[in-house]
């Protein structure tokens, strides 16, 4: 028998007359839902580990570990409060593996899903009567406020939907006027980190035997999935999120404004929280981290620059993905959707096919906008080949080991480059859904497909976020050990121009690149000939997994 489920045995209670919950890998909290408010000895929770699930798509280890080990220690400590515990291992849709049970235990309950994926598996059980959906508590606004704050869109606006929740709540208001006479602080929030303060080191996390399991299993089942595996960096217990909270509240929080746009390749994280993956499995939740930094005694750039983050984005970019049904339903049209999912290029990368187990009836593989027309596929060094850009090698090789690189590299590199040499939006959100131990379908695809790409068009942001190397060279330091000039030959210049030429006739009424396009155009005929020679050469260098080298750009 295994450690776990000689542990869960010792804690089990009486499995007799319970009211039955499903409780899903991200929702794995007791201070919501039923778990919250009656008596554990009248309830039993099913929690379900899918190999299936797993390989739809190419996850990252840590991912998986991070998810295994949480699972399993949620259902450790629901047994301890005395909750009845059924863990079930399956091999196909969760569907599949509930319909047992509610022949054998009746209906159970289960907050909203969060995945449109897991909605979707889910709805001939709900549609059957053996699964009765009650409210996700985990959120802190409803689709209605929703609707009412973000405008009569689409297109929809962050900055209203914040605004409108923030007067509603009161939350970093003084009466009717924001806290410090104005909603944002984004002038103040955007230094560049030069080496001072320093930044705290990440967190580490007491190993035990139930992580410590997980590891052995990833590595004898799961050991053909990318990434490295670290399960010292896991929090996996409901002690461990109190762990990380704590250090983010120290360490990260006060200074988290002043340098939240700031990259480095002498700290991944600087001030970044970290907390998005256990917020997204409903370890932290948002209720909880918003009240405490409301009662922390910190500058209020920080203050609200986090709670525009959790209270603004997070909530913001679920609703969307609610109203558009996952980006099926846009106003510019609805777009193709994938049969099943991508394996964000894996197999050309790796030579070989992802071993995935498809079955009739599985969930597809998510809508395919693509507002700039952009399909190329997303190159080898996405992977961890190198591409002679240090911004991108340093960023990728961080994510391939733990999992994590905070907002703006993944939007101001990564999707930068991604965009600038026209990748297809579909793949590099399938990229960043294996990559980032954070990602789940409702908040990947608003940031990739809206955010990071403009692949919705202007249906939830009014620009596409494209730059060239200057501001990489501003809020970095990564331009410091490139073999490229940011000020002389850096290609990200040239691509910048070029994606400005190459899609005028979309952007050019835009009105937040009015400045851009007027420069554009006053570029000269031999500059914008170079931009539309190193644009080729850089994609082809690229998707061919060779290194770009600045001798090997084109001549002037
Ligand atoms: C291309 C791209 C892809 C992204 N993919 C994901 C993803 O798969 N999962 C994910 O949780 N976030 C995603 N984000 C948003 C954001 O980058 C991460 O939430 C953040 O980097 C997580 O690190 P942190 O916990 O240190 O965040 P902090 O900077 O400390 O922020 C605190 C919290 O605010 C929330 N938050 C901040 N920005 C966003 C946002 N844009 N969307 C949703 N929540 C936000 C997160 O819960 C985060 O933990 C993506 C952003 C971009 C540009
Ligand atoms: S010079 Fe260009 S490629 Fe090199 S790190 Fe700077 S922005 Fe990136």
Redesign the pocket.
């Known amino acids: 028998m295994s450690i776990f489920r000689a542990e869960l045995a010792k804690r089990q209670t009486d499995l007799v007359g319970r009211r039955w919950l499903f409780i899903p890998y991200d929702q794995l909290s007791d201070s919501i839902g039923p778990l919250a408010r009656e008596d554990p000895k009248t309830l039993g929770i099913i929690l379900v580990e899918n190999p299936w699930k797993a390989a739809r798509r190419p996850y990252h280890k840590q991912k998986l570990a991070l998810i295994l080990a949480n699972l399993r220690h949620f259902a450790l400590e629901q047994a301890a409060r005395g909750v009845a515990v059924r863990h079930l291992v399956a091999q196909g849709p969760y569907r599949k593996a509930l319909e047992p049970l509610v022949s054998e235990l009746g209906t159970m309950r289960m907050m909203g899903p969060a995945e449109r994926e897991l909605c979707a598996d889910l709805q001939p059980l709900v549609d059957a009567g053996g699964l009765e959906l009650i409210p996700h508590e985990g959120w802190l606004t409803t689709h209605d406020e929703f609707r009412v704050g973000a405008g009569e869109g689409p297109p929809w606006r962050m900055d209203f939907f914040y605004r409108y929740v923030r007067r509603k709540t009161g939350i970093l208001m003084k009466g009717a006027k924001p806290a410090g006479g104005k909603y944002g602080f984004d002038r103040e929030n955007r230094l560049p980190w030069k080496g001072n303060p320093r930044p705290p080191a990440p967190p580490t996390f007491p190993l035990d035997p139930i992580k410590e399991e997980v590891g052995r299993l990833i590595q004898s089942k799961f050991n053909h999935h990318p990434g490295s595996l670290d399960l010292s960096a896991v929090p996996g217990t409901a002690t461990d999120a109190d762990l990380l909270w704590s250090w983010?509240k120290r360490e990260?929080l006060p200074l988290?404004g002043p340098y939240?746009d700031a990259m480095s390749t002498r700290s991944r994280?600087l001030f970044?929280?970290?907390?998005?993956s256990l917020?997204?499995i409903n370890r932290l939740l948002p209720d909880r981290v918003v009240k405490d930094v409301m009662g922390m005694d910190i500058p209020l750039p920080s203050k609200e620059g986090?709670i525009r983050?959790?209270l603004g984005?997070?909530e913001f970019?679920h609703h969307i993905h609610v109203a558009t049904d996952g980006f099926r339903e846009i106003p510019a049209g609805n777009p193709p959707v994938a049969s099943e999912p991508g394996d964000a290029g894996y197999s050309r990368w790796a030579g070989k096919p992802w071993p995935s187990k498809r079955l009739p009836g599985d969930p597809d593989g998510g809508a395919k906008p693509s507002f700039l027309g952009d399909g190329t596929p997303l190159p080898p060094a996405f992977w961890g080949e190198k591409s002679g850009f240090h911004c991108l090698d340093r960023i990728i090789s961080d994510v391939w080991t733990e999992g994590?690189s905070?907002?703006i590299t993944?939007?101001m590199v990564?999707?930068n480059l991604a965009t600038l040499i026209g990748v297809s939006p579909r793949e590099l959100t399938d990229w960043?859904?294996v990559a980032?131990t954070?990602?789940?379908d409702w908040?990947?695809e608003p940031?990739?497909l809206g955010?990071?790409t403009f692949a919705v068009g202007e249906l939830m942001t009014t620009k596409p976020y494209v730059s060239g190397a200057a501001y990489i060279l501003r809020m970095s330091d990564y331009c410091e050990r490139c073999a490229f000039d940011p000020k002389a030959n850096c290609p990200f210049t040239n691509l910048y121009w070029a994606f400005l030429a190459r899609n005028e006739s979309l952007l050019r009424y835009n009105p937040r690149l009015r400045m851009p396009m007027v420069s554009l155009r006053r570029r000269s005929v031999g500059r914008r000939q170079y931009d539309q020679a190193v644009f080729p050469m850089v994609r082809d260098t690229l998707l061919s997994g060779n290194v770009i080298k600045p001798e090997k750009l084109p001549e002037m």
């Open positions: 983010a990260c988290f939240e994280s970044h929280t970290r907390i998005s917020i997204n986090f983050q959790v984005w997070r970019l994590y905070h907002h993944r939007l990564l999707c960043f859904w980032y954070d990602a789940y908040v990947v940031n990739v955010m990071g």
